[in-house]
Structures are given as C-alpha cells and as structure tokens.
C-alpha cells in the first residue's frame, strides 16, 4: 500500500474539481493551493498528518472531514469562509476549543476524541441538528452568549469532566430530542429539566453523581428512553403517564 506525501497542484489540471478524497496518507502539510478550487463540494482529508488547516476560502463546499489527524487549531471563522458547509468532522484531533461557528447552513458537527474542555466561541448555526463532542475533557458546558442552536435535536457530551451544565444553556438549544450525558460527573439536573427540555425523547444521565430526579420529568411528555443507572440516585418522583422504555 503506497501513501501520497504531497497533494499536488490540482487546479492547475482540475480547475472544476468538485471531489477530493485523499484519506489515508501521510499528508503532514495542507497545500494553500487547493484554495484555488472554487467549485470543490467535498474535502476528505480524514486519518493523515495534518497539524494546521489554512485560511482558504472555498465557497460551494458543503463537506469538510479532517478527523484523524493532528490538528491544534482551526481556523476561527470557518463559518464564513465555507458559506455553504453542512457538515464538519473534526473527531480524533488534539482541539482544545471549537472555533467561532457563524453560519446558516452548517447541520452537523463532530468533534468527539479531542482536547476540548471550554466552548469559548459563539456558535451560531440556526439550522444545525447535531453537535457531537464526547471523549472530550469538558468541565463545564456553557454556549457564549449569541450562540443559536435553535434547530439542534442531538446533542452528545457523554465521557467529559462535567460537573453542571449551565442553566442557561438550555434555552439555546430548546428542540433538543436527544441529550447523553452519560459517564461525566454531574451531581444534579435544573430543577425545572422538563420545562427546558420539552421535546426530549432520549435522556441518558447513566453513570455520573446524581442524587435526585427533578418532578418536573414528569413534563417531558415525548420522553422514550431515561437512562439514569450507576448514579447516587435516593429520590425519584413517581414517572406518570409514560409507556416507553424507562431504564
């Protein structure tokens, strides 16, 4: 099996390049380059050496994976530089923060195996539905003020440091339907859970500190799935109404 060192100068023969995967290589150094392939929709960079990603503008992309590499930063308005990006990878990195999100378009982020321990940029991403941050080591999960996660629907925190979620957090992201927090160290929930989170179906707080569940449970009508086992749990109010599965 061979593995491409360099990427070539691609515009210069593919000047309509719409495609680039070129994973699994030994690719240490971005090629500044590639910023010249303005109709390029899809970059698959996953699983080589990388450490930087250049500031580059490339307007139609619509995919970005750089998972698998070693990244320390990114740049810090990539929302503005890919106007159209739906999707961004940025698993299995060595990240310490996400950079400033600021775009309309962008649905999923993940960037779960990272360094990540503060959100300290706003996300502002109205149409996004899933955010993927576990195996991280975050402490405190508190979105800078601005952020709107208005569309999100999954959010996945399991295996961080977190003592507490931010009450005001919640009103950021309030079509939640899957929060997992499993694997952290919470030692409590906002007395008022149901209220914030209405349209929750999976609620996974499996494997932290918690000692009581919140009556106001009993207000997320739409719940399928609680996972609450392995915790210091002494109280929880009587779960009326419910016919899914409750663990």
Same mark, same amino acid.
């Given at each position: 099996?061979?593995?491409?060192?360099?990427?070539? $100068?691609?515009?210069? *023969? %593919?000047?309509?390049?719409?495609?680039?995967?070129a994973?699994?290589? =030994? *690719?240490?150094?971005?090629?500044?380059?590639?910023?010249r392939? @303005?109709?390029?929709?899809?970059?698959?960079?996953?699983?080589? +050496?990388?450490?930087?990603?250049?500031?580059?503008?490339?307007?139609?992309?619509?995919?970005?994976?750089?998972?698998? $590499?070693?990244?320390?930063?990114?740049?810090?308005?990539?929302?503005k530089?890919?106007?159209? /990006?739906i999707?961004?990878?940025?698993?299995?990195?060595?990240?310490?923060?996400?950079?400033?999100?600021?775009?309309s378009?962008?649905?999923?982020?993940?960037?779960?195996?990272? =360094?990540?321990?503060y959100?300290?940029?706003?996300?502002?991403?109205?149409?996004?539905?899933?955010?993927?941050?576990?195996?991280?080591?975050? +402490?405190?999960?508190?979105?800078?003020?601005?952020?709107?996660?208005?569309?999100v629907?999954?959010?996945?925190?399991?295996?961080?440091?977190?003592? *507490? /979620?931010?009450?005001?957090?919640?009103?950021?992201?309030? $079509?939640? +339907?899957?929060?997992? %927090?499993?694997?952290?160290?919470?030692?409590?929930?906002?007395i008022d859970?149901?209220? %914030?989170?209405?349209?929750?179906?999976? *609620?996974?707080?499996?494997?932290?500190c918690?000692?009581s569940?919140?009556?106001?449970?009993?207000?997320? @009508?739409?719940?399928?799935?609680?996972?609450?086992?392995? $915790? =210091?749990?002494?109280?929880?109010?009587?779960?009326?109404?419910?016919?899914?599965?409750?663990?």
């Amino acid at each position: 099996m061979s593995h491409i060192d360099v990427i070539p $100068n691609l515009y210069q *023969f %593919l000047p309509e390049l719409r495609t680039l995967t070129a994973s699994r290589n =030994n *690719f240490r150094k971005f090629q500044i380059t590639l910023g010249r392939l @303005k109709q390029l929709e899809k970059l698959d960079l996953g699983s080589n +050496q990388l450490d930087n990603f250049p500031h580059i503008e490339l307007p139609k992309l619509n995919e970005l994976i750089l998972r698998s $590499n070693k990244l320390l930063s990114i740049p810090h308005d990539l929302g503005k530089l890919f106007p159209a /990006i739906i999707s961004i990878s940025l698993a299995f990195n060595r990240l310490v923060t996400l950079p400033r999100f600021e775009n309309s378009s962008l649905i999923r982020i993940e960037a779960d195996q990272n =360094n990540i321990k503060y959100i300290n940029h706003a996300i502002h991403a109205p149409k996004l539905k899933h955010l993927f941050l576990s195996c991280n080591d975050i +402490q405190q999960f508190a979105l800078p003020p601005q952020s709107n996660l208005n569309s999100v629907e999954t959010v996945d925190l399991r295996m961080n440091s977190m003592k *507490f /979620i931010s009450r005001s957090t919640y009103p950021s992201m309030p $079509n939640v +339907q899957a929060l997992y %927090l499993t694997h952290n160290d919470l030692t409590h929930l906002p007395i008022d859970i149901g209220d %914030l989170t209405p349209h929750i179906h999976d *609620f996974w707080i499996g494997e932290n500190c918690i000692i009581s569940i919140p009556n106001s449970i009993n207000k997320m @009508k739409m719940l399928q799935t609680l996972f609450a086992a392995y $915790n =210091n749990i002494t109280f929880c109010p009587p779960l009326i109404g419910f016919k899914s599965e409750l663990r």
